[in-house]
Nanobody, 124 residues
Framework: QLEESGGGLVQAGDSLRLSCVVV????????MGWFRQAPGKEREFVAT????????LYADSVKGRFTISRDNDKNTFYLQMNSLKPEDTAKYFC???????????????????WGQGTQVTVSS
């Protein structure tokens, strides 16, 4: 089970930090990721991090503004979002790959575990 928190309503230029706690299964030995889905659009990749936090990958639209990180001792990973824009408005989902998928993963098909999502709304 994955439990997101940290979403909300902010103004353009503000920051938010999303958190995702993994409960009930091993958090280690697997890459994790964040995805988002805006109304009327398909779910899209945002960021991914490998199993030890040594490698990260970002969508071009968030590169330089968002940072993904993880704390394996707390079974938690994060998405720090700075300089938010109205186009970042979406429901954000955290996701976990299967055990042993240690490297970064962009394709949502590699993620069998998903949270319920947390809404991020950025006003202009």
């Amino acid at each position: 089970q994955l439990e997101e928190s940290g979403g909300g309503l902010v103004q353009a230029g503000d920051s938010l930090r999303l958190s995702c706690v993994v409960v009930g299964y091993s958090f280690t030995n697997r890459a994790m990721g964040w995805f988002r889905q805006a109304p009327g659009k398909e779910r899209e990749f945002v960021a991914t991090i490998d199993w030890v936090g040594g490698e990260t990958l970002y969508a071009d639209s968030v590169k330089g503004r968002f940072t993904i990180s993880r704390d394996n001792d707390k079974n938690t990973f994060y998405l720090q979002m700075n300089s938010l824009k109205p186009e970042d408005t979406a429901k954000y989902f955290c996701a976990g790959t299967k055990f042993g998928q240690k490297t970064v993963a962009v394709n949502h098909d590699l993620y069998p575990y998903w949270g319920q999502g947390t809404q991020v709304t950025v006003s202009s």
